[in-house]
């Protein structure tokens, strides 16, 4: 319920189920991976739309965690794989909790419609970490 609060579109519950996924495919702009192992990322490829992008968060242990990838779909569907480093834990428990529904503070969800020329002074309050309890912008032409 937060992540559709806050604009996600919805939500699948469709690892396992072929046919659920066979559905879906080409349907995802992002998909956010956070499994802390490494496994094949074909069937999740698969999910994006063309254009969309593969985020990985945080790496597998390290015995196990090279990358390998047929570049066909990757070019032919211009799709982007991106990868991200893991927070703390202190952080990453507070995002777990807020994204649970358990941090009832609803400034944490707020997000800020601006116009489009406020991007340069937008990105030097984000620099300097001086946007308050905004975590989310967008900018409207």
């Not at 529904?101 to 030097?124: Q, R």
Request: net charge negative; charged share 20%.
């Amino acid at each position: 319920d937060k992540a559709l609060s806050v604009g996600a579109d919805g939500y699948y519950g469709c690892l396992g189920n072929d046919m659920m996924m066979d559905a879906l495919a080409g349907t995802f702009d992002v998909l956010i991976d956070t499994c802390p192992v490494n496994k094949p990322i074909d069937h999740l490829i698969g999910l994006l739309k063309i254009g969309g992008t593969y985020v990985r968060v945080g790496l597998p242990n390290a015995s196990d965690n090279t990358f390998t990838y047929n570049f066909g779909e990757l070019v032919c569907g211009q799709k982007k794989i991106a990868g991200s480093i893991v927070t703390g834990t202190k952080r990453l428990n507070h995002l777990v909790n807020l994204a649970s529904g358990l941090t009832a503070d609803s400034d944490e969800w707020k997000t800020e419609v601006l116009p489009f020329s406020d991007v340069n002074e937008t990105m030097e309050l984000l620099k300097d970490g001086k946007t308050g309890s905004t975590w989310r912008y967008i900018f409207q032409w």
